[in-house]
């Protein structure tokens, strides 16, 4: 079955630095999606990325549909301590059909 | 203009009990998507419905696992006979007609003890 790699699996950075985090697939999707979930909550949309090389930014957060349409990348600018959670990469290839997601990256933000 | 709605948030069953885990999509939203998460792990799909339609089961355990969604009320998963490598959490997601983006709840934490 199809399936995503996210990486790095976990990162500790100092508040204020930039970050970067990317997801590959071994086949193509149609659109990417980035989530973010804090402790003990659900996943919350950040982005969606719907058609090959898009670069789409939503405040600090940019992220971009690879132009192979097997991989995206999250960057997130000047991070704040808020930005500490999970972040998850998922895809599909058409509406109403169920989303295939990473294993995530934990962000951990030292102030 | 409710997000997507579980309940309970937390739920503690014995071994061998039953389990009913609810979900109201959002408004508008006729899909509904249920994921499985174990500690440190992500979202493993489960079954995808529409009203009163299971459409996609393909990630659902063959035994003890059922869901539904009715016409009238919220979507429900159904584990019958609780083990302890049924604790997890599960999430709801809902969808639009037509829509590639999923938005989800909050979860609920299953514990079985």
């Known amino acids: 079955g199809q399936q995503l790699n996210q990486s790095p699996q976990s990162m500790f950075i100092q508040e204020g630095e930039d970050v970067s985090m990317n997801c590959t697939s071994s086949?193509?999707?149609?659109?990417w999606l980035w989530y973010k979930q804090d402790p003990g909550e659900g996943p919350v949309l950040l982005i969606a990325?719907?058609?090959?090389?898009e670069l789409t930014s939503n405040g600090r957060l940019t992220a971009q549909f690879g132009i192979t349409r097997k991989d995206s990348f999250l960057n997130i600018s000047a991070s704040i301590p808020s930005d500490v959670g999970i972040y998850f990469c998922?895809?599909?290839?058409?509406?109403?059909?169920?989303?295939?997601f990473g294993k995530g990256t934990r962000l951990s933000v030292i102030a | 203009n409710a997000g997507v709605m579980q309940n309970p948030r937390h739920l503690v069953r014995r071994r061998g009990q039953e389990a009913r885990l609810r979900c109201s999509p959002m408004?508008?939203?006729?899909?509904v998507y249920w994921y499985r998460q174990l500690p440190e792990e992500g979202l493993k799909f489960m079954v995808y419905?529409?009203?009163?339609?299971?459409?996609?089961e393909s990630g659902m355990p063959k035994e003890r696992f059922s869901a539904e969604f009715p016409k009238e009320g919220p979507s429900i998963l159904r584990i019958q006979q609780v083990v302890r490598g049924d604790s997890a959490a599960y999430f709801c997601?809902?969808?639009?007609?037509?829509?590639?983006?999923?938005?989800f709840g909050q979860g609920t934490r299953l514990t079985v003890v």
């Open positions: 997601a809902s969808s639009s007609p037509g829509g590639v983006e999923a938005f």
């Open positions: 998922a895809g599909t290839n058409s509406g109403n059909t169920p989303l295939v």
């Open positions: 086949s193509i999707f149609n659109t």
């Open positions: 408004k508008g939203h006729s899909h």
């Open positions: 419905l529409q009203k009163e339609n299971i459409i996609d």
């Open positions: 990325l719907y058609k090959a090389g």
